[in-house]
């Protein structure tokens, strides 16, 4: 056994299958990384300053909100995100 594998070992390394299981496509799944994948082509091209994320769970028991942002909008975009999470909520009844 060389030292790399002796390290895996010690170390408690769970292997991953070698192979992705294939996910069933949904429009759903979709139109989040497409939104996703637009914000990040945005911040490489250096044309963001803020990111405000609200989150729902799938059964929408539970909802969260992230953000990155320069100094002077964090007030501005939790309160965004206050109301939009509120709008949410609401119309999940």
């Known amino acids: 056994m060389s030292k ?3 390290a895996l070992n ?3 390394v769970v292997a991953f299958p070698s192979a992705a299981t294939e996910a069933v ?3 759903n799944v979709a ?3 497409e939104v996703l994948q637009d ?3 945005l911040a490489r091209e250096g044309k963001l300053r803020s990111v405000a994320v609200v989150s ?3 059964d929408g028991g ?7 942002c320069a100094h002077g909008d964090v007030a501005s975009l939790i309160g965004k995100l206050t109301v939009l999470s509120h709008d949410m909520m609401a ?3």
Do not use: C, M, P, Y
């Not at 539970?62 to 990155?68: K, L, P, Y």
């Open 10 to 12: 010690d170390a408690n």
């Open 62 to 68: 539970a909802i969260g909100t992230q953000w990155s």
């Open 56 to 58: 729902v769970s799938h």
């Open 25 to 27: 496509a949904d429009e």
């Open 39 to 41: 914000q990040l082509k």
């Open 31 to 33: 139109s989040i990384i």
């Open 4 to 6: 790399f594998e002796r």
């Open 91 to 93: 119309a999940r009844n």
